[in-house]
């Protein structure tokens, strides 16, 4: 039922800033109790947790990437998006847009995951 959509360009040059779209459908991203996050995978390496927005618009950030991350939403189109400037290419890595309850890490709901590149 609740469907998400990451969207993006694939291929970011350094130093530049990293941008990507959510697009959530069959559920409102301000309905309480519930947080929209950015999760991205590099090769060989496990899940690592980017950030997240709370129903309340309120923002949570992964200390290693809080300096460059930045989420935000528009409520109009039932979207958030994640900025993550100054990039390299060790931020190369499959981005996913995911939803949880008030459970820690249990996501119900994921994007299929986009590819981004850091490259020159």
């Known amino acids: 039922q609740v469907q998400l959509q990451e969207s993006g360009p694939g291929l970011v040059k350094p130093s530049q800033t990293l941008s990507l779209t959510c697009t959530v459908s069959?559920?409102?991203?301000?309905?309480?109790?519930?947080?929209y996050t950015w999760i991205r995978q590099s090769p060989g390496k496990g899940l690592e947790w980017i950030g997240a927005i709370r129903w309340s618009g309120d923002t949570s950030y992964s200390p290693s990437l809080k300096r460059r991350a930045s989420i935000s939403r528009d409520t109009s189109r039932n979207q958030f998006t994640l900025q993550l400037s100054s990039v390299t290419p060790e931020d190369t890595a499959v981005y996913y847009c995911?939803?949880?309850?008030?459970?820690?890490?249990?996501?119900?709901?994921w994007g299929q995951g986009t590819q981004v590149t850091v490259t020159s």
């Open positions: 995911a939803r949880r309850g008030l459970v820690v890490g249990l996501y119900t709901s």
């Open positions: 069959g559920a409102s991203i301000t309905t309480t109790g519930y947080y």
